[in-house]
C-alpha cells in the first residue's frame, strides 16, 4: 500500500523533512579552479559507463544530458552542494539548479530538474545578515515542499499504472469504444490547478503541524507548569529552558517514532544517499556507487548538526523578548519571531562552515553529527544510484550553463 495516498501521511512527510534539512541546503559561491572535475573513469578519458548503476535510467533529454558525457573537459566548480532526501529520491542543489530524482516501482529512475536563482542572488539587497537566512529558510521550505509532493506524485501514479495496466490484462474488455477526443489545454489547465491546489494545502497544513508539535505543546506544557510554580512564575529564564527541552524531547521523540515506521525509515535512507553522494564529490572521487558507499554518512554541514545550536538561539531569544500576559499572545510572538531565529542561526552556520576546522566549532557540531545516527540510515546500492544520478544532472546542469 501506498501510504502517500494518506493526507496526513504526506503532511509528516514533509514536516520531517523541514525537520532535518531545512537548514542544509544553502549553496556557496561559485569558484572556477584548476582542479579537474573527476566524474570520468579513473584511468582513461572515456565517461563514467552508466551501466554500472544499479537500475540507471533517467528519463529526459536536453543540454544537461549531453554535458554529462562532457565532465571532463571542464575544471571543477568549487561550491557546496545541498540536498534532501523526498519520496523514494534525492534533491539535489547546485548554485543555479535543482536536480530531483527518484526512484519508481519498476526500478527507473524519474528526473525533474530546472535552473533557479535565489532571491538574494537575484536581488543584491535582501543579501543582507539575518535578512537573507530568514528568505533562504522560506525558499528552502518552498523548495522541499515542491520537491515532496513531485516524489510523492510519480511513486503514487507509478503504483496506479502498474495496477491498471495489471487490471486491464486479467480482464480484457471484449468491446472497444470509440476514441474520445479531449482537451489537452483543459485538461492541463485543471491539471496544473490541482498541482497548485494540492501544495499550497500541504504547505499550510504542514506548517500548521509543525507548530502545533514543536510551540503550541512545549509552550502549553511549561505554562501548566509555570501556574504551578511560583519559582517557574519568578525566573523567565527557567520558563524558557524549560519550554526548549520540552521542544528537544517532542522533537527527538518524533524522529524517533517516524524512524520506526518502515514507509518512513526510507526517507532516512534516502538522507544518508544524499550525504554520501555530496561526500563522494566533496572528495575528488569518480561519481560511482562504489566510491558513494565508502563514504560516511554523518554530515557537518547537514541542518541537523545544527539543530542543537537553534534551540539555544532561540532560549536566548525569547529570554530577550517581554514575556505576554496570556498564553495565545505569547505563542503568537514565538511564532511571529521563528524567521529571525532562522535568520541568525542561518549566519552561525554561515560563519561555522568558514572555520570548520576550529576546535570550538568542531565541539558544537559534533552533538549534531551524533544526532544524525538518527535521522540517517545505511543506504542500498539502488538508494546510493539515486543520489549520484541527482548530484550528476546538477553538476552538469552548472557545466552546461557554463559552456
Not at 542544509?24 to 566524474?39: A, C, K, M, S
Not at 482537451?183 to 506548517?207: D, G, R
Request: hydrophobic content about 45%; some cysteine; overall charge positive.
Amino acid at each position: 500500500m501506498n501510504i502517500l495516498k494518506n493526507p496526513l501521511c504526506r503532511i509528516n512527510f514533509l514536516v520531517l523533512s523541514w525537520a532535518i534539512e531545512a537548514l542544509n541546503q544553502d549553496v556557496g559561491d561559485r569558484q572556477q579552479t584548476e582542479e579537474p572535475l573527476e566524474i570520468a573513469a579513473m584511468q582513461g578519458s572515456k565517461p563514467f559507463p552508466r551501466s554500472r548503476i544499479p537500475g540507471y535510467g533517467v528519463q529526459g533529454n536536453g543540454a544537461a544530458d549531453e554535458a554529462v558525457n562532457d565532465f571532463q573537459r571542464f575544471s571543477k566548480f568549487d561550491f557546496a552542494v545541498g540536498g534532501q532526501a523526498v519520496v523514494e529520491g534525492v534533491m539535489m542543489r547546485s548554485p543555479n539548479s535543482i536536480t530531483i530524482a527518484v526512484r519508481k516501482p519498476n526500478g527507473e529512475i524519474s528526473m525533474k530538474k530546472r535552473n533557479y536563482r535565489t532571491l538574494t542572488q537575484r536581488f543584491k539587497l535582501l543579501n543582507v545578515p539575518i535578512l537573507r537566512g530568514m528568505i533562504n529558510l522560506f525558499e528552502m521550505m518552498i523548495i522541499g515542499t515542491d520537491a515532496i509532493n513531485y516524489s510523492a506524485t510519480v511513486t503514487s501514479e507509478a503504483v496506479t499504472s502498474e495496477t491498471t495496466v495489471t487490471s486491464e490484462a486479467s480482464n480484457p474488455s471484449p468491446v472497444s469504444s470509440p476514441a474520445i477526443p479531449n482537451k489537452p489545454s483543459n485538461v492541463s489547465k485543471l491539471s496544473k490547478f490541482f498541482e497548485y491546489l494540492i501544495f499550497a494545502i500541504s504547505f499550510i497544513l504542514a506548517i500548521a503541524l509543525s507548530i502545533f508539535l514543536f510551540k503550541f505543546i512545549p509552550l502549553w506544557i511549561t505554562t501548566f507548569l509555570e501556574a504551578k510554580s511560583s519559582y517557574i512564575q519568578q525566573n523567565y529564564i527557567i520558563f524558557n529552558l524549560i519550554d526548549g527541552a520540552l521542544k528537544m524531547s517532542i522533537f527527538l521523540s518524533y524522529i524517533f517514532i517516524l524512524s520506526l515506521i518502515p514507509n518512513f525509515r526510507r526517507i532516512f535512507e534516502y538522507h544518508g544517499a544524499e550525504h554520501k553522494s555530496i561526500f563522494n564529490y566533496e572528495n575528488n572521487l569518480p561519481l560511482t556507487v562504489e566510491n558513494a558507499n565508502r563514504q560516511i554518512r554523518f554530515h557537518p554541514r547537514c541542518g541537523t548538526s545544527f539543530i542543537l545550536i537553534v534551540f539555544v538561539i532561540s532560549i536566548l531569544v525569547y529570554t530577550f523578548v517581554p514575556k505576554q500576559p496570556d498564553f495565545w499572545t505569547n505563542l503568537f510572538v514565538r511564532v511571529a519571531i521563528l524567521p529571525f531565529i532562522a535568520g541568525i542561526s542561518y549566519e552561525y552556520l554561515k560563519l561555522s562552515a568558514k572555520h570548520a576546522k576550529n576546535p570550538i566549532v568542531k565541539a558544537l557540531i559534533q552533538p549534531g553529527l551524533w544526532f544524525q545516527r538518527l535521522t540517517t540510515k545505511e543506504p542500498d546500492k539502488n538508494q546510493l544510484a539515486v543520489g549520484l544520478a541527482s548530484l550528476e544532472q546538477a553538476l552538469a546542469m552548472e557545466v552546461a550553463g557554463n559552456v
